[in-house]
């Protein structure tokens, strides 16, 4: 099957630290590929064209003003940004429409309903040719919001042979807004297991890992602060920070205030087989997220066999009450976030263990697109 991915986030090298959406992208294209499928990109140039992608997947990038400024940067209310965003929408669908008119697309999965599904959209009316879309989480918390691309939104939903949503409530809120089924299909890595990491649990000490931004929203100032009562109270641990961004310098600040410099480690931004040899070097991941739906670094975690501390926002805590992969804290809360990392040491060492293994294949990438396959196999339209 000639399958065409259209996508606003794909990263065009092979080592692109700020692409973690479209690191998701390319690993979905590459399973879809592993299956026997010819599988085509259609996403932005960045103005360097595509260095690297996977075997089986080509990429198409096609032209555009913005080059790399990210697509979410544009403002409809700002008449350069919308004129931009116009020109892109035209770029993108003729992509696409060129694509098919070189060999026939048997089918779109657009990545996301704005603005892919406007281009799959627009070849479905040409051509006939059926489109599936996965939403990701803007294109319904933002873009659907907009009064002047609502009814777009919902449109592009409800012309297409499948939908799906990445998380629970997202799924929710796109159904409100399309008034259509769509179904739960969570996005995540290919995870690749690091042999040199060290998967048990150290004696006599807790090991703590944070991925993220380092943003007010992924709440590494309510970290900090629960590391500090969590030693204060005699507890035995250590924590591993990865991330940069806005808060770095008041972060490294926040830690040498707190005096916790012996026992909190502060990197920068990783890739990849850096982030996830840190997660298996590790004996939980926590998220302390004040807004989240579901991170790709929480899949990663529990493909690497990890339990996860997380805040109960987004789907975060109702996923982990329902299949017990670890623990669910307040937002915004350290005293709440503090005391699970001390249940967390006290706990047996296998008693995530099960839950992890189980929500774990919930996530695994090759499982999702064999689940797509078959989806489009038995239901084109």
């Known amino acids: 099957m000639r399958i065409a991915i259209v996508t606003s986030s794909y990263p065009l090298k092979e080592i692109d630290g700020a692409a973690a959406a479209g690191l998701f992208v390319r690993d979905f294209a590459k399973a879809l590929a592993d299956e026997g499928h010819d599988v085509h990109v259609v996403t932005q140039d960045k103005g360097e064209g595509c260095s690297y992608s996977p075997k089986g997947v080509t990429v198409h990038p096609f032209r555009w003003s913005g080059k790399q400024r990210p697509l979410s940067s544009l403002k409809p209310t700002n008449p350069r940004d919308a004129w931009i965003a116009f020109r892109y929408m035209k770029a993108g669908t003729r992509a696409l ?46 873009y659907g919001k907009l009064p002047v691309l609502k009814s777009v939104v919902a ?10 949503a990445d998380g629970l409530i997202l799924r929710d809120d796109a159904v409100a807004l399309s008034g259509t089924d769509i179904s739960f299909m969570p996005s995540s890595r290919a995870v690749a297991r690091a042999t040199d990491a060290p998967t048990e649990r150290a004696p006599g000490m807790v090991r703590f890992q944070f991925v993220g931004r380092y943003d007010h ?165």
């Open 97 to 142: 429409l060129d694509l098919h008119a070189e060999s026939p697309i048997d089918h779109v999965l657009a990545m996301w309903a704005v603005p892919g599904g406007v281009f799959a959209q627009a070849l479905h009316k040409h051509e006939g040719v059926p489109y599936s879309v996965w939403c990701l989480g803007s294109d319904i918390w933002t």
């Open 217 to 381: 929203v992924k709440g590494v100032d309510v970290l900090l602060h629960a590391m500090r009562d969590y030693l204060d109270e005699g507890h035995s641990g250590t924590l591993n920070m990865l991330g940069g961004g806005a808060m770095d310098d008041e972060v490294r600040a926040l830690a040498k205030e707190l005096d916790l410099l012996d026992h909190v480690t502060i990197g920068g931004y990783a890739d990849g087989e850096a982030v996830w040899a840190a997660i298996l070097a590790a004996d939980a991941l926590v998220i302390p997220s004040r807004n989240e739906s579901i991170p790709l670094v929480m899949s990663d975690a529990l493909q690497l066999g990890k339990p996860v501390i997380v805040s109960d926002v987004g789907d975060m805590g109702d996923l982990i009450r329902e299949t017990p992969a670890g623990l669910v804290v307040e937002p915004g809360d350290a005293y709440s976030l503090f005391a699970a990392l001390a249940e967390f040491e006290a706990s047996p060492k296998d008693r995530f263990d099960e839950a992890v293994t189980q929500l774990a294949e919930k996530f695994n990438i090759r499982s999702t697109a064999k689940r797509f396959l078959a989806d489009i196999a038995g239901g084109q339209r």
């Open 155 to 164: 449109n592009v939903l409800k012309g297409a042979a499948h939908r799906y």
